[in-house]
């Protein structure tokens, strides 16, 4: 949490970390407190007295939301019945057809973070669910023949070469 502001806020896999806004207010809050804090990571939904005490003020706070939230998501239902996997589909900067399910902005990294499944029936990765990122905005439920980099550590498209008809691809 202290190194993520001078690295751009992107983790040591040069991904932008998850809930950005929250980690920029825990430092705030943390910087205010007379106290010396010490943040320690625990496995979620485990046994852990605090992390129990903090599950159920987080479902309490749910249920009547003051704040606006700090991103928005947006998501259709998937064809596949496979499950989201990061880094199920190899990113070696292949041409792949693509079909989004889900876009998140990402206001402090200014990019896109996709949720996509594979649609090509010739691709070994067919029916996979992963992540990209993309600094335009893709609508989700369309598919798209795009160009990957070839940094497995961060995907990334690089170039969307066309819009496809869904209904040719769909299982």
Not at 74 to 100: A, F, H, L, M, Y
Not at 108 to 137: S, W
Request: charged share 30%; hydrophobic share 30%.
């Amino acid at each position: 949490m202290n190194i993520w502001p001078n690295s751009k806020w992107l983790g040591t896999n040069r991904m932008p970390v998850k809930n950005i806004e929250l980690w920029k207010q825990l430092r705030r809050e943390v910087n205010r407190c007379p106290l010396n804090v010490y943040v320690d990571w625990v496995k979620a939904h485990k046994s852990n007295k605090y992390n129990l005490i903090a599950n159920s003020l987080a479902k309490r706070s749910a249920e009547t939301p003051l704040n606006k939230p700090f991103s928005f998501s947006e998501t259709t239902k998937k064809w596949s019945d496979q499950n989201t996997k990061r880094g199920s589909v190899p990113v070696v900067g292949q041409k792949i057809k693509i079909r989004i399910i889900s876009r998140e902005y990402i206001k402090r990294v200014k990019t896109y973070e996709y949720r996509y499944e594979v649609i090509d029936p010739n691709n070994q990765a067919y029916k996979n669910l992963d992540f990209v990122f993309y600094n335009e905005y893709l609508s989700r439920n369309k598919c798209f023949n795009v160009r990957f980099n070839n940094e497995q550590r961060r995907p990334f498209i690089l170039e969307v070469i066309e819009e496809l008809e869904c209904s040719d691809y769909k299982y």
